[in-house]
Every structure is written in C-alpha cells, then in structure tokens.
C-alpha cells in the first residue's frame, strides 16, 4: 500500500519517502504537478481596435445598408464555392460602378441618370453592328457589284447628310421637352428593330438601317445639348464628357457587344436585333428620368458656326476668355445669335479632320476584310477583332488621358492630334498592311478622344454660358456630319491599303 502523496517541494517534484511504497523512476520529480480538478482558466482581455481609437457602434441604417454575405451552402462542393465566390464578386462590381456613376454629386444634378441613357444608347450601336455585319452593308463593298454600292450611300449616308445640318436649329427651337426627344430617338429605334426582325431579308432593311443611323446621331446632338444642364458642381464639363464616353464605351459598346456576339452566333442575327428592341425600350424609359430641369432655357443665346472677327481678339493659344459686347436691351433672346472664336474655329477644323479618318476606317477595313477573307470568316473575324480592339482600346486612352491632363492649350492639343493621325494615315499608305491599319485606327480613335476632350474645354472657355449648350450641340453636329463624309469614302474607295489611305 502506499501512504498518501507528499506536499511538492519548490522544484515541481516531491520528497521521496522510504516508507512510502516501491521507489519510483528516477525522472519523476521532473513532472508537471497534477492539474486541479474544477479548475477554469482566466479568459483573456479583450483585444483593443487597432490605432487605439474606440469603434462607433453602427447604426441600424449602417447595418442595413451593409453588404450581406452570402448564405452557407448546406453541403460545401467545388461547384457551389465557385458560384458563391463568383455571385459576391459579381455584387461587388455593380456595386463599385453604382459608386462611380454617383461620384461627385452626379446623381443629386441628374449626370446618372444621363449616364445611363449613354450607354442605353452605345448598347444599341453595338447590337445593330452586330446584327448588321453579315448583310448587304458588307458584301456590298467587294467592288463586285458598283449597284448595290451606290444603293448603300444613297439610302444610307446622302439622306444624313441632308438632315444632319438642320438638327442643330431645330434643337435651337425645341426649348421645351428634351427628355421626350430622348426618349422617342429610343422609341423609334424600338419600332425600327422589331421591324428589322420580321423583314431582315427585304428592301426595307436599308431604310430601317437609315432610320437607326439618323436617329443615333440625332441623340448624341441632344445628349450633348443636355449635358451642361447636368454639370455637377465639383467636377467641370471636360471631365463630365470624359465620363460619359468611358461609361457608354465600357458599360455599353463592350458589354452589349459581347452580348450581342454570343446571340448572334446562338440564334443568328435575329436575337442581336431583339436585344436592340430591348435595350431601346429601357433607354427610353432611362431618357425620362432625367430631371426636369434640363428643359429650363430661358436667357440662353443660341450659338453660330461663324467667326467672330478679329474686332474681338481670342489667342489660338490663348487662355482669353472672348468677352461679347453687351446686346442691346431692347433685342429679343430669340433673335440673339453668338459667335464663335478662333480655338474653337480651329478646334472643330481638327476635329473634323480626324472624324473623316475615324468614319473612313470604321467601314474601310470591314470591307476590306470582307473582299479579302470573302471565304474565310475565321480569318474575317480575326481582322475585324483586332482592328475593333484597337479602336476600343485607343479610345479608352484618349479619354483617360484628356481627364487626367491640364488643357491649359486646348487648339494646340488638337494641333498635335491632327498632325498624328496625318503621319500615321501617311505610314499606313507606305507600309500597306493590317498591322499598320490597326495601328493607324489606334492613333485615330485616341486623337479623336482626346480632340474631343480639348473641343469641349475650348466651347467652354470661349463661349458665355448662356450659349454653351447650343455651342455643344452645334458642334456635335458638325463632328457627326464630318464622320458621315469619311464613312462614305471608306465605302467608295477600292480595298487596297496604299490608295484608301492615300486618299
């Protein structure tokens, strides 16, 4: 028997004892002592926030307002992690563009809303471009057939021209109900693509593709007219432009283009133009929701494409503001026109310059892959691919860089652009490949961007700003109308590299 345990002695063991039973392994003394039964460990103290600050407690308005997470799965799989994963991910993108299409107050002065109707707008473009690619637009431009040519331009391009020039008057006369032009340009689109649908393979495409064309431009005028009516207070008119052609090209050139993509290839050119139809129909109804105030016009001074003389002098490079003498009191608004100054004189010549090129490379090199490629559609779309990626991507840098550079000298910048795209229009001649087309449509797409950009500084620095929203639609018109002539050389021009860009 042994006696009971003896007290531990100060190095953990205890003492041994000859009566205390068998002597015990020498490495005995060297345990631990026994843990006590009913014992607790001391929890520990709370860890303090990080920076040693105290945490406010969150509202309940925080704490609604605050991204759930995802619901656990029952059974953990591979599969159902990958589509947990993807669906958060996916909250947070829409969530991170819902941020940046509200920053800077955008959505309290209605530039969101103006937002969205821009890429309802792209969207559409894209859709039809897509739905349109494999029809007569195309084939017509082999050189085969000078008939269908000259019905091409003459249904599709000379009617523009003829209408283009008269759309900026008549915005000067719709004082009131803006947003219902908006929104019936999207209307109208609706009506012409479920009319494309049913008779895609008649004479009424021509027209109907008309009517799109038309009705497209006919809203980038108005979106144009619109905007300064929308102008946030922190940010200025030449950012405001910059956002709206980086959210139409990424929200709606590209995502619906892709979109449209994958329909045509699963149901043919048909589903491209039932997304149109859709995408119209919601632009419309974006178009509305713009605010009211963007039909307030009073005391606004339509704007001329005249010079205004030397009488009031403006630097080409300049940072004068053109001071306008004072109109007589007894002149009525209405009858009040203002002209232009130099910089912006000289900033739509360039502008124009550079539009003609972008609109001659948008159907040039189409054609020319379809008079190449005529039975090779994989190769087809590859030239296409990477002359559109190259447009994409150079419009994309043209508009970050006019947001992120000081246009301090708005003419010469556009200068520069014009005098770019005529080396690269020159080199794109001698070398006569598509590398060089794609390059030369690469410098093009970015010149146009960033000519845009200083356009607009120009039209906001010249202009008073009783006459700066007509100023903007005027202009616009005339970049329009300047992209309708190249669009027609690209047509009528023979698919050889070195004479259509020689030309």
Known sequence: MTGPREPHEPDGGRAPDENSGPPVHPGFDKYPPAARSGGRRTPLPPLHPV????????????????????????????TRVAAMRSRELTNKGIATFHRAAKADGADKSGLTALTYAVMANNATDAAIAVALANTLFFSAATGEDKTKVALYLLITIAPFAVIAPLIGPMLDRLQHGRRVALATSFGLRTILAIVLVFNFDSWVLYPAALGMMVLSKSFSVLKSAVTP??????????????????????????????????????????????????????????????????????????????????????????????????????????????????????????????????????????????????????????????????????????????????????????????????????LAAITDNLLTAALATLVASAASALAKVSLDASLQHDLPEESIASGFGRSETVLQLSWVVGGALGVLLPTEYWIGFSV
């Open 51 to 78: 920076g040693g600050g105290q945490q406010r407690p969150r509202s309940e308005e925080e704490r609604a307002d605050a991204p759930k997470a995802p619901p656990m799965p029952r059974k953990l799989t591979v």
């Open 229 to 426: 009516r929308v102008l946030p207070p922190e940010i200025d008119l030449v950012r405001v432009n910059s956002r709206l052609t980086v959210f139409g090209l990424l929200g709606g050139t590209i995502g619906a283009g892709a979109l449209a993509g994958g329909l045509a290839m699963a149901t043919g050119s048909v589903g491209a133009l039932w997304l149109a139809a859709v995408i119209t129909a919601l632009g419309a109804y974006l178009s509305m929701r713009i605010p009211s105030w963007v039909e307030v016009t009073e005391g606004e001074v339509p704007a001329t494409l005249t010079y205004h003389g030397d009488e009031h002098p403006t630097e080409v490079m300049g940072r004068t503001r053109v001071m306008q003498p004072e109109a007589p009191a007894t002149a009525k608004a209405g009858k009040r026109r203002q002209p232009l100054g130099r910089a912006v004189i000289t900033g739509l010549w360039g502008n124009s310059t550079i539009r003609v090129l972008t609109g001659f490379l948008t159907l040039y090199i189409a054609f020319v892959a379809k008079s190449k490629t005529d039975h090779e559609p994989l190769v087809q779309a590859a030239m296409l691919g990477l002359v559109g990626a190259a447009a994409g991507i150079g419009n994309f840098a043209g508009n970050a860089a006019g947001a992120r550079i000081k246009l301090g000298r708005p003419a010469l910048i556009v200068l520069r652009c014009t005098g770019a795209v005529w080396i690269i229009a020159v």
